[in-house]
């Protein structure tokens, strides 16, 4: 099973700054399957990216995706108030197909 | 435009079974794509659950497999979930979920989450 490991696991930012958040895989992700959601309180999860680096349809630019095998980074180039959020990376390339990390919280400093 | 709505008790008793529904709007079932089954305990992350195909065949989080099953009733385009014998470790938020188009493994659509509390 791949895991993976989200840092860190808080981050406290303010709107306008640059936030960089890290998910790293215990094993290679094959094909770069690896996806970012984002998850306000009271909501389900909504997908960000897909392929390491696809935005979804309608999600702005300022969410971007980088990364290959075991590191991949989320970076938001100018946090809006309402991106301060927990995101989440999943990997579906392994074995099981589908697992998450356990989430990085961007807060408001 | 697809959505999920889950249904089911919002309370179940320890060692009991717990049973949910994924109803589907917008979106025939046997069209395509993997449906799945998320949940998430209060205040913690993600936990993937199985999803099933659309043709039937299913894969389970090794750690909850012996307990979950997932079944699609096609004629009612729902899908279910049921997980047996379950513990306080089972309370969470459920979500039902569709794959993103044409990727697998990649939920794209959810709906809004029902949270299931087992207690006596």
């Known amino acids: 099973e791949i895991v993976l490991t989200q840092s860190p696991g808080i981050v406290s930012l303010s709107p306008g700054e640059r936030a960089t958040l890290s998910c790293r895989a215990s094993?290679?992700?094959?094909?770069?399957?690896l996806a970012w959601y984002q998850q306000k309180p009271g909501q389900a999860p909504r997908l960000l990216i897909y392929?390491?680096?696809t935005r979804a349809t309608g999600i702005p630019g300022r969410f971007s995706g980088s990364g290959s095998g075991t590191d991949f980074t989320l970076t938001i180039s100018r946090l809006e108030p309402e991106d301060f959020a927990v995101y989440y990376c999943?990997?579906?390339?392994?074995?099981?197909?589908?697992?998450f990390g356990g989430g990085t919280k961007v807060e408001i400093k | 435009q697809v959505q999920l709505q889950e249904s089911g008790p919002g309370l179940v008793k320890p060692s009991e079974t717990l049973s949910l529904t994924c109803t589907v709007s917008?979106?025939?079932?046997?069209?395509?794509?993997?449906w799945g089954w998320i949940r998430q305990p209060p205040g913690k992350g993600l936990e993937w659950i199985g999803s099933?195909?659309?043709?039937?065949?299913?894969y389970y989080n090794p750690s909850l497999k012996s307990r979950v099953t997932i079944s699609v009733d096609t004629s009612k385009n729902q899908f279910s979930l049921k997980v047996t014998s379950v513990t306080a470790a089972d309370t969470a938020v459920y979500y039902c979920?569709?794959?993103?188009?044409?990727?697998?493994?990649?939920?794209?659509?959810w709906g809004q989450g029902i949270l299931v509390t087992v207690s006596s």
């Open positions: 979920a569709r794959d993103y188009s044409g990727y697998e493994h990649v939920p794209g659509y």
């Open positions: 917008g979106y025939y079932i046997t069209s395509g794509f993997y």
């Open positions: 099933i195909y659309h043709t039937g065949n299913t």
């Open positions: 094993q290679s992700v094959s094909s770069n399957y």
């Open positions: 392929g390491a680096s």
């Open positions: 999943q990997q579906y390339g392994g074995s099981p197909p589908l697992t």
